[in-house]
């Protein structure tokens, strides 16, 4: 069984920066790709980032191209959400999740379906 278990949201101003990190409990997180995902209160669940085992595939959503930035250290089993030039548009709760098992490293999910973990999520509040 895999624990996710996000941290580093919290509530910054309009411009300001936040390092998400979510620690996977499991022994094979070098073998799952990784995603973010946040849902924002009356709108769907919907992909943020994501990232492939090897690291070098990402994944990001057009709204967040070019101010937020998923990578991962799998000696640590941590995924991380660098997320700069917040917006208030970007709150939400971001939550991780983990595939069960990739067989391609180099192969990440857009689609919630296809993942198979989750963790409980952490609060983003932005202000303008």
């Known amino acids: 069984q895999v624990h996710l278990a996000e941290s580093g949201g919290g509530l910054v101003q309009a411009g300001e920066s936040l390092r998400l990190s979510c620690v996977d409990s499991?022994?094979?997180?070098?073998?799952?790709?990784m995603g973010w995902f946040r849902q924002a209160p009356g709108k769907e669940r919907e992909i943020v980032a994501a990232?492939?085992?090897?690291?070098?595939?990402?994944h990001y959503a057009d709204s967040v191209k070019g101010r937020f930035s998923i990578f991962r250290d799998n000696d640590k089993n941590t995924v991380y959400l660098q997320m700069n030039s917040l917006k208030p548009e970007d709150t939400a709760v971001y939550l991780c999740?983990?595939?069960?098992?990739?067989?391609?490293?180099?192969?990440?999910?857009?689609?919630?379906?296809?993942?198979?973990?989750w963790g409980q999520g952490t609060q983003v509040t932005v202000s303008s």
């Open positions: 999740a983990a595939d069960r098992y990739t067989r391609s490293v180099d192969l990440y999910y857009t689609d919630q379906s296809e993942y198979d973990f």
């Open positions: 499991g022994r094979t997180f070098s073998m799952q790709s």
């Open positions: 990232i492939s085992r090897s690291g070098l595939s990402r």
